[in-house]
């Protein structure tokens, strides 16, 4: 678990130089699931192949939600947001996914809440400040406190045809770019909480880790390559 944040701040500021170079938002989302798909297919082969058990009806639909919050929501809107943005301001939102997770837990009826007690209500106000942030963050964007506040805005290639009618409707009502990648990112948190949440819920069901992983990505990528 310590090795997972150094990779995801390294995959920020990698993901981010590409973007510069004017590599297509949904192109790149497209390419890095199909190198994830070679690798993890023969994984889940050898890993998972006497113990997946059969593929129900009900199980595919959870799969296909698992792909469409875990790579289309999650992955997508954090590539456009951080093409609006910066590596630093796209990691500072990042501690929001715990708090999405929890709301959505508790939504799907995976954890219980009690105002009764402290821990409870500790849950509720941390929350509430938490999703406060998020909001401050994206309504308000301050001075520059050290160096120039375009400063990583100006090597940005980003066009109207790279991120479609979704970013182009959103600039259509006023918003302003970074505003825009603020959105984006908060969107990625609540889709990746969404996402932790039912592949909890999946796993109980289907405790096969690996496969899971590669039916999300062959549901993400096909969502992706229709976007």
């Known amino acids: 678990m310590l090795i997972v944040p150094i990779f995801h701040g390294g ?56 792909g469409l919050f875990g790579v289309v929501g999650n992955q997508l809107l954090f590539v456009i947001g951080l093409s609006f943005t910066n590596p630093s301001y796209a990691s500072a939102l990042e501690p929001t996914v715990p708090v999405f997770t929890f709301l959505f837990s508790v939504i799907m009826g995976i954890e219980k809440v009690s105002l009764l007690r402290y821990e409870g209500v500790a849950k509720v106000v941390g929350t509430i400040i938490c999703v406060s942030g998020a909001i401050l963050m994206v309504l308000y964007h301050g001075p520059a406190v050290i160096g120039n506040s375009e400063t990583g805005m100006q090597h940005q290639h980003v066009s109207q045809n790279e991120t479609g009618l979704f970013t182009y409707g959103l600039k259509y009502i006023g918003l302003d770019q970074f505003s825009l990648g603020v959105i984006c990112i908060v969107g990625h948190c609540l889709s990746l909480g969404a996402y932790l949440a039912i592949q909890a819920q999946v796993l109980k069901k289907y405790p096969t880790s690996i496969f899971i992983l590669l039916w999300s990505c062959i549901d993400g990528d096909n969502n992706n390559v229709c976007v």
């Open 11 to 66: 995959y920020h500021v990698i993901t981010k130089l590409v973007l510069n170079d004017g590599v297509n938002q949904v192109v790149y989302c497209v390419y890095r699931d199909l190198i994830a798909l070679s690798i993890l297919a023969p994984l889940a082969y050898f890993h998972d192949k006497q113990r997946r058990p059969p593929i129900t009806k009900d199980l595919l639909i959870s799969f296909f939600f698992v």
